[in-house]
């Protein structure tokens, strides 16, 4: 059985609502559950109705679930730098350093390193803890992009090492020092245990029997062509997509003509849905009449009854 | 094989006598030479950002920030006058030679 399970699609088509459902539903089935909600606007406080914060809490038996903030995540890793900082340099550069270091937690992509971060903790630390991790991920894009970081950063990482590695042993040598003592450089250690974790996260990552891709789309004609690109992309990476969920079907009694006619809309796009995705297993959900809220959720989860 | 082992034997030796009588630190200076080069190398692909190229690594280079804060100055004022990195580069050739 897969633990790590990333639920991912297009934008608005009910991505944390089928997590949701999802991690309650393998939590009725007695797995512990963790749910990891990586979206900014953290809708899964709403969905359960209570406070879910920056650490891991209990929602109800089996499932713990957590909300990753991007920023307070890079505003964490920024301050323990500062500390580090005054232990380490001279005061008159401190000053001249922070600054540095406010401007580069604004800049661009550091909220999605910060991100790519805590969940690489996460998976590497809680993926002994729990059965299940279900991530509820952010739309398309920013998936695909986080599952080619380890590959990416790595290569960075090692000629990092390298240069480092090469530069201490020829300033040791120059010094008449022993050019073997090169690993207990302090920036030896951090490139190295860096390297070690993005290594342990990215095994996990290209290991088809531990993570799993599940991808929520709706019958209509973009989360459909969206889905078939996200599909493609993931197979270069060797990640198999085993299962869709089409979300928001429609009841089939309908009365009146305008809704007689998205339904049969609805049809050929299901039909098509068959055909495009053949090797994939597709769980249906309903359209709701209410709003999906926490009364909700264990109805929802009966849906995935067939698949599992 | 006993040729080669007394041919390497003869080169260690003539390295020995050329370490142990090179009165004027040739040797050091070109092993301080190399290690800042390659210093400096390290440090532009750590924060090649200050100088405005973009790096899609910066955030996790953050955190050695507080270890290379020392030299980071230096390098930078370095890296942004050309006419020193020209001045180092051309030293690297020994015209008295």
């Known amino acids: 059985m897969n633990r790590i399970v990333f639920i991912g699609g297009k934008g608005g088509v009910g991505k944390t609502t089928c997590s949701s459902a999802f991690a309650v539903y393998c939590a009725k089935m007695g797995k512990k559950t963790l749910l990891v909600s990586t979206d900014p606007a953290h809708s899964i406080s709403d969905l359960f109705e209570r406070e879910i914060g920056l650490e891991i809490v209990n929602i109800r038996e089996n499932l713990d679930a957590i909300e990753i903030d991007a920023e307070f995540e890079s505003k964490k890793y920024i301050d323990s730098i500062k500390k580090n900082l005054k232990n380490i340099v001279s005061t008159v550069i401190v000053e001249e350093i922070t600054r540095q270091l406010d401007a580069a937690s604004i800049s661009p992509g550091s909220h999605e390193s910060a991100m790519f971060d805590k969940m690489m903790e996460i998976i590497n630390e809680k993926e002994d803890q729990y059965d299940q991790i279900i991530f509820d991920t952010a739309p398309t894009g920013h998936t695909i992009r986080l599952l080619s970081l380890p590959e990416l950063l790595g290569s960075w990482i090692d000629s990092l090492l390298m240069k480092r590695r090469k530069a201490v042993k020829l300033s040791k040598m120059a010094n008449s020092q022993n050019p073997e003592s090169v690993e207990n450089d302090p920036i030896v250690k951090i490139l190295t245990r860096r390297k070690n974790n993005m290594e342990k996260a990215r095994n996990v990552m290209i290991d088809d029997k531990k993570l799993r891709f599940i991808f929520v789309l709706n019958a209509e004609k973009l989360p459909i062509e969206e889905t078939k690109k996200a599909v493609e992309i993931l197979k270069k990476y060797n990640i198999p997509v085993n299962e869709l969920i089409v979300n928001r079907i429609l009841p089939e009694q309908m009365q009146d003509d305008f809704w007689k006619n998205k339904k049969a809309l609805e049809k050929k796009y299901l039909d098509e849905i068959s055909e495009a995705f053949t090797s994939q297993k597709i769980i249906k959900l309903p359209l709701l009449q209410n709003d999906m809220r926490a009364q909700y959720i264990e109805k929802m989860a009966e849906y995935f009854k067939d698949v599992y | 094989m006993p040729n080669e082992k007394l041919e390497k034997f003869l080169e260690w030796g003539r390295l020995f006598f050329q370490g142990a009588t090179d009165f004027g630190r040739k040797s050091r200076s070109m092993l301080e030479k190399e290690a800042n ?51 180092e580069k051309w030293g690297d050739y020994d015209l008295d030679a």
């Open chain 2, 37 to 87: 080069d390659e210093m400096d190398n390290f440090i532009l692909v750590c924060f090649a950002d200050t100088l405005g190229i973009p790096l899609p690594i910066s955030y996790y280079t953050l955190e050695l920030l507080p270890y290379l804060a020392q030299d980071l100055e230096m390098w930078e004022k370095r890296m942004l006058n050309r006419k020193s990195i020209w001045g």
